[in-house]
């Protein structure tokens, strides 16, 4: 297994909350099939809830509560800008990442600045569906699509993949080491 692998099984591992055991990965030649072992693991959905709207209502939660943000002036295409306070960028940061209660949380660059890809309530929204979708869950258990996407977003994010067939080999097929 090579080091692309082994991050996208620790990304898979951490966005869904359950240890893979090294027998199973090895297992595990397709994206399919990985679907297939969460899923299994993970038993079926009570509702559907998308991800994306339970991380859009955390982060407006959390800014009305830091923040005193008025409710309707937190929206998906909100920028961060609009709604953190220009002192204290960094601290003020952290409390909104204490305040939506995942364990995941995008950092700043390395001047304070908010990154491109999360600059708006709904790409952070995006980020935390992808990155933290076990703490979003809840207990509600997941659907298959569920599954399906936040595995295709560890794929792009990790291995850099945006189009393939959930029978294509990860080796043979796509180009993983």
């Not at 099984?9 to 909350?17: G, K, N």
Request: positive net charge.
């Amino acid at each position: 297994m090579g080091l692309d692998s082994v991050e996208f099984l620790l990304a898979t591992e951490e966005a869904f909350q359950l240890a893979i055991p090294d027998s199973e990965a090895q297992k595990m030649l397709t994206p399919g099939q990985v679907v297939d072992y969460v899923w299994a693991r993970l038993g079926p959905a009570q509702e559907q809830a998308c991800l994306e709207q339970r991380a859009f209502y955390r982060l407006r939660r959390a800014s009305i509560r830091v923040f005193q943000a008025p409710r309707a002036n937190v929206r998906l295409g909100t920028r961060w800008d609009e709604i953190l306070p220009t002192r204290g960028r960094r601290h003020n940061w952290g409390l909104l990442h204490q305040a939506t209660g995942t364990p995941q949380w995008p950092r700043l660059t390395l001047l304070g600045k908010i990154p491109k890809a999360v600059r708006t309530v709904g790409q952070t929204a995006r980020y935390l569906a992808a990155k933290a979708a076990a703490t979003l869950k809840g207990d509600g258990g997941w659907t298959r699509q569920q599954v399906e996407a936040t595995v295709t977003n560890l794929m792009n994010e990790h291995l850099g993949i945006t189009q393939f067939r959930w029978d294509q080999q990860f080796v043979k097929d796509l180009g993983v080491n």
